[in-house]
């Protein structure tokens, strides 16, 4: 069964301390994995999409990477601008573009 | 570009009434989601539509919701008799048909039963 586990569940930083998120998965035939951010009250925003193991992409102090069995979200110098909830996705081969969910990793900067 | 619309934005009902939802889409786009995410949780897919058809709705309980899209571009999500387990947040989604077929989302509906 695909299943996406994201953590940890709760992440709380000072503003300028690094740090990353995980999200592991099981999934048949992966045909991308997706990391959105959201805000309270409002719908996930796109970040990335990663398609093959050893890619990595970059926006701002954002930069997402992927292996096998898991994807990393690393937060280079955060902000407090940059608190929200990152959720993981993956699409799975077969699939009408169903996006499987993790529950997300509630992330909070601090000044 | 003008991004997914949603109404209402809050909802709060009696168990055993109906509601309904509606998204207006991207313009353009021809897939249109609609998902069910519970406090905590990450979103779950309920129905998937490419233009006006269905082509999964495998996670919709088919008891009490049900969904449309006429001409393939606005949608209406309903629940009837709503239940105290459907308090959640609806979302709709949209994405292009090609290319990386990337979902946005809409702000989505909070519904709450009571």
């Known amino acids: 069964e695909d299943q996406v586990t994201q953590s940890p569940e709760a992440l709380r930083l000072q503003e300028g301390e690094s740090s990353s998120l995980n999200c592991s998965y099981t999934?048949?035939?992966?045909?991308?994995l997706f990391w959105y951010r959201q805000d309270p009250g409002k719908g996930p925003e796109f970040l990335f999409t990663?398609?093959?193991a050893g890619e990595e992409k970059e926006k701002e102090r954002l930069k997402a990477t992927l292996t096998k069995k898991e994807s990393f979200l690393h937060i280079t110098a955060p902000k407090p601008e940059d608190s929200a909830t990152y959720l993981c996705?993956?699409?799975?081969?077969?699939?009408?573009?169903?996006?499987?969910f993790g529950a997300g990793t509630r992330l909070a900067v601090h000044p | 570009e003008a991004g997914v619309a949603q109404s209402p934005r809050y909802k709060i009902i009696e168990k055993r009434q109906s509601v309904a939802f509606w998204c207006n889409p991207i313009?353009?786009?021809?897939?249109l989601y609609w998902y069910q995410q519970i406090l905590g949780q990450g979103p779950k897919l309920l129905i998937q539509?490419?233009?006006?058809?269905?082509?999964?709705d495998s996670q919709l309980p088919k008891d009490r919701f049900s969904a449309e899209r006429l001409k393939g571009v606005d949608s209406t999500l309903k629940i009837q008799p709503a239940k105290l387990e459907d308090s959640a947040v609806y979302l709709c989604?949209?994405?292009?048909?090609?290319?990386?077929?990337?979902?946005?989302f809409g702000a989505g509906t909070r519904l709450s039963v009571l």
């Open positions: 996705a993956v699409r799975r081969g077969g699939g009408y573009n169903k996006l499987i």
């Open positions: 989604a949209s994405s292009f048909h090609g290319g990386e077929n990337i979902q946005y």
């Open positions: 990663l398609y093959s």
């Open positions: 313009s353009g786009h021809a897939t």
């Open positions: 539509f490419q233009n006006n058809g269905v082509v999964d």
């Open positions: 999934v048949s035939g992966l045909r991308g």
